[in-house]
């Protein structure tokens, strides 16, 4: 490789000039990629090279620029497969992923241009909030699911899906990133040679532990891992060196349940968790689409247990002031005189419901709101009183009922049980007009 600074040439795969100890690969400010892009200042370093912000010459914008490091193209063949690679990569379109523009070369530099977004990863949201809750961690969880439907689609396998590849943008949209170490579903070893692990340990699935050939599950049983990060704050596998953190991912269960990190997790999410983290990937859900229905679900489940957590519970009416059952009452009218055959003046009949202040009644008589009844309980404790009608209608049964309120007394005791009911009841004046015989 040629050293951008002293122009000395040096071996493939050298980090730092042998000649003036420039860090290879590495721009300075105002270097010009392609004769298009323009450095502007880093961003970072991923896992395969450095991460700049450059002004895109051609179309006069921001884009995010990945110089890749020498050995991910040095032969023919790696340089083929990851250049069929950034086409798939291309082909991905989804408000929930960023955008692959193009890979190019100059000199000896490989690149990648990207959409630059202006935002912060999920990894240092986590550290500033510590986790997150409610609405916002389940819509997030989807969002990232229905991203990676998105890269699976197009045939792409992400392998290093984590927290400090998932971009919260300045709309507040979640945008995965960082296809670094992608690779095309069906080829087995990607860009790796056989046996290599790559990837973060803490999201690793147990078969990419142990080497072996991924699909689209190990994406999701990384994606159960972010999810477990976004609930609690942190990764539920971290041993004290990598290699120690690959073992937890093969032989230890998942920490869903009991005390710590776990206890922040709603119960309904702990299913779809235990089902994206199974140690068997055939025990997995199949696709991300599935786990975003899962988590909507599971959304849809905490709110109702949430809202039944705050709702108080209901008041038994018939012990405070409201009886559920019949009572039978005797109704009449206070002057019985010249009462037509559908004019009763007085009938046997019931409340279906009664309170201290009224009640509601089945009735043949014909009464209109203001008139005034007397009521008498049968068979009681010669409970009495006047009662105005403040409604009369015919129910879908084609039963006429009165609502009443009574005037004189309020309902006893043995009808209306228990609550503090010394208050005496206010006797209500008759309607003027109303008064007969």
Known sequence: ???????????????????????????????????????????GRGGMGMVYKAHDRMLDEAVAIKVLRPEFTKTAEMAQRFRHEIKLARRVSHRNVCRIHEYGEDGDLRYISM???????????????????GDEAFDTCVQIAEGLQAIHDVG?????????????????????????????EGHGGGMTTTGQVMGTPEY????????????????????????????????????????????KHIQEP????????????????????????????????????????????????????????????PVERRRSSRLEYPVDLILRRPD????????????????ENISRGGACVLTAMILQPGDVVYVEEVGGRNWKTRAEVKNAYVGRDNVRRLNLRFLDQEAPDHLVKTGDFSRPLTPHPQPAGRRRG
């Open 115 to 133: 959409e630059f977004l202006e935002g912060t990863d999920l990894k240092q949201i986590l550290r500033e909030k510590g986790s997150l809750h």
């Open 336 to 351: 019985t005189s010249g009462a037509g055959p559908q004019e009763r003046s007085q009938e046997r009949t019931y409340a």
């Open 156 to 184: 792409i396998i992400h392998r290093d899906l984590k927290t400090p590849n998932i971009m919260k943008d300045a709309r507040g949209a979640i945008r995965l990133m960082d296809f670094g170490i992608a690779k095309e």
């Open 254 to 313: 998942v920490p869903l349940e009991g005390g710590g990190p776990a206890a922040r997790i709603p119960p309904a999410m702990v299913p779809v968790l235990r089902k994206a983290l199974a140690k068997d990937r055939a025990e997995r859900y199949a696709t991300a689409a599935e786990v975003a229905v899962a988590l909507r679900k599971a959304k849809e489940q905490a709110e109702r247990e949430q809202a039944a957590a705050h709702t108080p519970p």
């Open 204 to 247: 690793m699935s147990p078969e990419q532990c142990r080497g072996e050939k991924i699909d689209t599950r190990s994406d999701i049983y990384a994606m159960g891992i972010v999810q477990y990060e976004i609930f609690t704050g942190q990764v539920p596998f971290r041993g004290d060196t990598p290699v120690a953190t690959l073992f």
């Open 1 to 43: 490789m040629i050293c951008p600074a002293c122009k000395a040439e040096n071996n493939p795969g050298d980090d730092v000039c042998f000649t003036c100890g420039r860090a290879l690969g590495a721009l300075t400010q105002g270097s010009v990629i392609g004769t298009r892009y323009e450095v502007l200042s880093v961003l």
